[in-house]
């Protein structure tokens, strides 16, 4: 769908059989540490500052240093339910023999009640691959399917967002990555072996 050059970004989407939706997937570079980039994936609460549209971000439950639950809430245009997702984030932590941090994100529906007024998204799968490449560069790779729930959406509406949202968060983690360098916290998840 998109190949920019300037940003370093690549964004692409498919037609899967069997999907309401495209699925997609976007490649770029960031310009820090694996530790600095773990520490903006794993930053909830900071989730707003870089994910196109989102309004509310909370960490839910902390079931390990490798697992987690959270929720966020995206913002719709007018007229339109915003949406809910609660996200079931599983790490595996970077080691020199796989090269690389993974993160899966699962959508867990029933982990809280929906709010009144919002659409619980009922599909929610991502996996984001972060590869250290040296010289404070990090490589994202990040594929994902998102079904936003309910019905009456205008397909372009759901195309244009499915489009839109993978490049702009890419955009807006290259953004926040300097933040992220810049703190002396702890990262709160296990991020290498």
Same mark, same amino acid.
């Given at each position: 769908?998109?190949?920019?050059?300037?940003?370093?970004?690549?964004?692409?989407?498919?037609?899967?059989?069997?999907?309401?939706?495209?699925?997609?997937?976007?490649?770029?570079?960031?310009?820090?540490?694996?530790? @600095?980039?773990?520490?903006?994936?794993?930053?909830?609460? !900071?989730?707003? *500052?870089?994910?196109?549209? +989102? $309004?509310?971000?909370? %960490?839910?439950?902390?079931?390990?240093?490798?697992?987690?639950?959270?929720?966020?809430?995206?913002?719709?245009?007018?007229?339109?339910?915003?949406?809910?997702?609660?996200?079931? @984030?599983?790490?595996?932590?970077?080691?020199?023999?796989? !090269?690389?941090? *993974?993160?899966?994100?699962? +959508? $867990?529906?029933?982990? %809280?009640?929906?709010?009144?007024?919002?659409?619980?998204?009922?599909?929610?799968?991502?996996?984001?691959?972060?590869?250290?490449?040296?010289?404070?560069?990090?490589?994202?790779?990040?594929?994902?399917?998102?079904?936003?729930?309910?019905? !009456?959406?205008?397909?372009?509406?759901?195309?244009?967002?499915?489009?839109?949202?993978?490049?702009?968060?890419?955009?807006?983690?290259?953004?926040?990555?300097?933040?992220?360098?810049?703190?002396?916290?702890?990262?709160?998840?296990?991020?290498?072996?």
């Amino acid at each position: 769908i998109k190949d920019d050059q300037r940003h370093k970004i690549k964004t692409y989407s498919k037609q899967e059989d069997n999907r309401r939706f495209r699925s997609f997937k976007v490649q770029g570079l960031l310009k820090g540490s694996l530790e @600095a980039a773990a520490r903006c994936q794993f930053d909830i609460e !900071g989730i707003t *500052g870089w994910y196109m549209n +989102s $309004a509310d971000a909370k %960490i839910l439950k902390k079931v390990s240093d490798t697992e987690y639950y959270f929720y966020f809430r995206v913002k719709m245009p007018l007229g339109v339910p915003h949406r809910d997702v609660v996200i079931n @984030a599983k790490i595996q932590p970077y080691s020199t023999k796989t !090269g690389f941090l *993974g993160i899966t994100y699962t +959508s $867990a529906p029933d982990f %809280i009640p929906v709010k009144q007024g919002v659409i619980r998204m009922p599909a929610y799968e991502t996996a984001t691959k972060l590869t250290p490449l040296g010289d404070n560069t990090v490589e994202e790779h990040l594929e994902g399917y998102v079904d936003p729930g309910g019905t !009456g959406l205008p397909i372009w509406l759901v195309n244009y967002i499915q489009r839109r949202t993978p490049y702009a968060n890419m955009i807006g983690r290259q953004r926040a990555i300097g933040k992220c360098a810049e703190s002396s916290s702890p990262v709160p998840f296990k991020y290498k072996e």
